[in-house]
């Protein structure tokens, strides 16, 4: 297995590659996420005005200091003290006000954005998630979001305060010396030039720092999800250092962005620091030979300090906007991803009640991964209200595509598929999908209690219909001996169930749900015999009355089954009894010999 940072960097490198890198501009879609708070970003306003303009009175202050209270013998040294402390006093207030009103504005314009993100992510197609890492998923909500909460809570106040603090100093600099000001003025395009300079390489390496983090994330909920498999092939030196390898990876980037930011530093503020002392040391002559005062001169110091000390957090907000200006990039990649599959602007509505006919009517499909292999080729089947079909055939034969292109995760290429005599595109899938029950061979159980597991299937169920699913599913035998019955925590992925018990709650899930479409993908696969046999008691209770497919490789199930239809390379081969396929012979019958027939 190659290494991380050899593997998946490269690619995420090569898809980098195709993309426009970010810029600043992309930082402009967080704004109407700040137009939601419009209260809390005028009170910032408001407070960062107040605690600016506090910040420029003091070096007059200090200067009435200097010139009238020490030149008055001392008789207004108190004025001027009491002057300054109420100053003070003042730009402290505005300044935790402002400090309390843009944190929290970050706050909350992260949690819309995060809560908008989401929300897209989990209403995007099945084709894209199966194309996408879900680790980098993770780590855009997440890292990407992170940087952002800076930008917002942090980065912008600060840029905004320093542009209000160099202007004003700049304008007062020229008030209380106009040609030491001139003189000052001139580092200011000497720090400025590097920071534009160093711009676009601190953005290529943020980009690439955040990719390497995202990789880093990857593969640690790859192999935390997969921790059984890890340790059951003692993988975990192993593991540890792929891990190592992506974590080094990412470090190694972070470190060339942060050079690149450290240099950035180091060049505006020798530049604007040594333009600055140039000057002081006019000044200072000035001094000597009496053409300006004392208090002039700590006045027009004061400024220039303000000034150079705002542009030098210019220096250190734009390496963060450049940051931040990736990750949002990173999002707005995201946010602009549309789902394959969509409701139709006037979406028709399924007979009610549902009778659940099924036909699929010469349909044609690939996967997008697959595009030379067709997954389902010419497929023609038509499946009776309440009638139990069993799809049976070799791996690869297209039974799970089936199940796929009912719950329309994808749509045809060629044909129709029909629910009630409705095409599955004049549908809105959310309201197909509440037709359908799903078991699949796998369950996901969510890191929840039991009850809360079950009640996915119908989340407004009570609690009387919840426990009679759970009695109907077999499961409430074990799930009244766990510690806290109904409300105990089954752990992520149902870590705290066999896969027999895992199996029932899903069933009970479907049950719950009480569909009039159900699909089964060997939902008694996970159990033991004791266990298969009370389910399939339940399931038939279950099936009764409902249209059902049935992906299966048990014999008890393909008996029961009203018709069983036999697929190969995405085709029907046969269809019909169990009895008469067996007598046909062909595929079906190797089948039985092999699965079937002890």
Not at 132 to 158: F, I, K, Q
Not at 327 to 345: D, F, K, S, W, Y
Not at 523 to 532: F, H, I, M
């Amino acid at each position: 297995m190659s290494s991380p940072d050899a593997g998946a960097a490269g690619s995420m490198d090569a898809a980098a590659a195709g993309k426009p890198k970010p810029r600043l501009g992309s930082l402009r879609a967080l704004w109407p996420f700040v137009r939601r708070h419009a209260g809390l970003f005028a009170a910032w306003m408001i407070a960062l005005g107040v605690a600016s303009a506090a910040t420029l009175y003091l070096p007059t202050a200090f200067r009435q200091l200097v010139d009238d209270g020490f030149q008055s013998g001392g008789a207004n040294i108190n004025r001027a003290f009491v002057l300054m402390l109420c100053v003070v006093i003042v730009l402290a207030l505005a300044s935790a006000s402002r400090f309390f009103f843009v944190s929290l504005l970050g706050e909350k314009v992260v949690a819309d954005l995060r809560r908008q993100l989401y929300a897209h992510l989990i209403g995007l197609d099945a084709g894209f998630h199966d194309r996408t890492r879900s680790g980098e998923l993770v780590s855009r909500l997440t890292a990407d979001s992170e940087l952002l909460r800076s930008v917002v809570g942090s980065s912008m106040s600060v840029a905004l305060r320093s542009i209000v603090t160099v202007t004003g100093s700049a304008v007062m600099l020229f008030v209380t010396n106009p040609k030491l000001a001139a003189y000052a003025l001139v580092g200011i395009p000497l720090a400025v030039l590097p920071i534009v300079l160093g711009a676009r390489r601190v953005s290529k390496t943020s980009r690439a720092s955040q990719d390497r983090a995202a990789d880093a994330n990857t593969l640690a909920s790859e192999t935390l999800g997969a921790i059984r498999t890890v340790q059951a092939h003692a993988r975990e030196p192993y593991e540890q250092a792929r891990f190592g390898d992506a974590v080094n990876a990412t470090v190694k980037t972070a470190r060339k962005r942060i050079l690149t930011q450290a240099l950035l530093t180091a060049v505006a503020i020798t530049t604007i620091f040594g333009a600055l002392i140039l000057v002081l040391w006019s000044a200072a002559h000035q001094v000597a030979d009496n053409t300006m005062s004392a208090g002039t001169l700590a006045q027009f110091v004061l400024y220039a300090m303000i000034g150079g000390g705002s542009v030098g957090a210019l220096a250190d907000v734009w390496n963060e906007l450049q940051r931040a200006a990736g990750g949002m990039g990173r999002i707005n990649e995201l946010l602009q991803e549309t789902p394959a599959i969509v409701a139709p602007a006037r979406p028709q509505p399924l007979p009610q009640p549902v009778r659940g006919e099924i036909r699929f009517e010469h349909v044609r499909f690939r996967y997008p991964s697959r595009p030379d292999l067709p997954a389902l080729d010419d497929f023609d089947l038509q499946v009776r209200p309440g009638e139990t079909v069993a799809l049976v055939g070799p791996s690869g034969a297209g039974k799970s595509t089936v199940f796929s292109l009912l719950l329309r995760f994808h749509d045809v290429e060629a044909g129709a598929i029909r629910v009630d005599g409705t095409d599955l595109r004049e549908l809105d899938p959310a309201r197909l999908r509440e037709s359908i029950a799903l078991v699949p061979q796998q369950p996901t159980i969510f890191a929840a209690s039991a009850a809360d597991n079950i009640r996915y299937g119908r989340l407004d169920a009570d609690d009387q219909a919840l426990r009679a699913a759970a009695r109907a599913a077999k499961a409430d035998e074990f799930i009244d001996e766990l510690p806290e019955g109904y409300d105990s925590q089954l752990g992520e992925r149902g870590a705290r169930l066999s896969g027999g018990q895992q199996q029932r709650i899903a069933i009970a899930r479907a049950l719950l749900k009480d569909a009039p479409i159900l699909l089964l993908d060997e939902a008694t696969s996970a159990l033991d015999a004791q266990s298969e046999r009370a389910v399939q008691q339940a399931l038939e209770t279950l099936m009764h009355g409902r249209t059902t497919l049935v992906i299966a490789h048990r014999l008890a199930t393909v008996l029961k089954a009203d018709r069983i239809v036999v697929m190969d390379h995405g085709r029907i081969v046969a269809q019909g009894t169990h009895e008469q396929l067996l007598a046909e012979g062909g595929l079906y019958a190797d089948l039985a010999r092999l699965q079937f027939i002890d």
